[in-house]
């Protein structure tokens, strides 16, 4: 997969083209995913911390980029 390409994926109950991938710990301790699109649009997917990771590890295992941040991204 080369950078910035986006890879079609089910996460649940809904099918997205992504290209990035963030588990986001929010201070108040709920967690989301955050999702970059194949348009750079990002999306927030809500979930319980089992659900997140899940659903985390599934872009992982696609070969997205991901990685684990504190609070989301405001830009």
Known sequence: ?????????????GRYFL???????RLDGTTCLQLTDARGIRRIKEGDPLQ???WYQTCF???????????????
């Open 1 to 13: 997969m080369a950078a910035g390409d986006a890879v079609e994926l089910q996460l649940g109950d």
């Open 19 to 25: 290209r990035e991938a963030a588990y986001v710990i």
């Open 52 to 54: 997140v990771a899940t």
């Open 61 to 75: 295992d696609a070969g997205l980029p991901v990685i684990v941040q504190v609070n989301e991204s405001r830009d």
